[in-house]
């Protein structure tokens, strides 16, 4: 998509004029670098296989910014081939022949979310469904076989069926599910994570203990300003909600 955008800018067609703020869109915004945070899920399999992480910190370093850079080439090149973008991005390349001839390839580019989601869904799905066998586990009892077969899939994957439904508006979708679910999964319970986490060390090992692989952020007033930032996610979206309702 980068270098389909590219051509077409090089060429002179691009469509976009975009302004160089709109303070309208902020609100939104917040509930989006939320979901694109979600970049932080490939840094277990980067750092699980090193043995010696001596330069762990320049590793993850390069990993967002190289994770950075290609977000930054996505979003100007989109805004300035096109000028009115769609909720899915890669549906402006199936109804737009100037930017891609070969019909395959516009086929491709508009099943693309179908792909990714046909095998992150079932994943994700799974692993949602053995939560609320965690959650409502009895002590030395197993659960019944209708329970465990057809109650514990149908919770999982019914509201997701539900909001399929429900909205086409993708934009709203992801502001809200950005906001609200991905503020407490990667914001609020990972700081609180951290900051137990080291009172549990002060606890056991006692103040003089020296982590040599510890991260740059280690300030206490790193975790206040991730959950100071959630709130402030969760407070914009909300706004941008009830305006966009009201108006």
């Known amino acids: 998509m980068i270098i389909l955008a590219l051509i077409r800018i090089s060429k002179g067609r691009g469509e976009g004029h975009p302004p160089i ?29 090193i043995n010696k992480k001596k330069h762990m910190n320049t590793l993850v370093l390069v990993d967002y910014v190289l994770i950075l850079a290609f977000y930054s080439l996505l979003s100007f090149t989109a805004i300035f081939c096109f000028s009115n973008l769609k909720d899915m991005y890669t549906l402006n390349f199936t109804s737009n022949c100037d930017v891609v001839s070969i019909p395959f390839i516009r086929y491709f580019l508009g ?12 994943i994700i799905a799974v692993t949602l469904r053995n939560n609320w ?52 999964i990667q914001y609020i319970i990972p700081a609180c994570l951290v900051h137990f986490s080291r009172k549990d060390v002060e606890v056991i090992f006692g103040n003089d203990v020296q982590n040599k692989h510890r991260s740059p952020f280690k300030h206490s007033f790193w975790v206040m300003f991730v959950l100071v930032w959630s709130v402030s996610c969760f407070i914009f979206v909300t706004t941008n909600i009830v305006l966009s309702e009201t108006n």
């Open 21 to 49: 703020a709109n303070i309208s869109g902020i609100p939104n915004l917040f509930g989006v670098c939320v979901y694109s945070f979600m970049c932080q899920h490939s840094l277990p399999s980067l750092i699980t296989p």
């Open 111 to 122: 099943l693309f979310p179908v792909f990714t989601i046909s095998t992150n869904f079932p």
């Open 133 to 184: 066998k965690t959650v409502f586990h009895r002590d030395g009892g197993m659960y019944p076989w209708l329970i465990d077969r057809i109650v514990f899939p149908l919770i999982t994957i019914i509201p997701a069926i539900i909001v399929a439904f429900c909205t086409h508006d993708l934009e709203t979708l992801v502001g809200i599910t950005g906001s609200y679910a991905g503020t407490g």
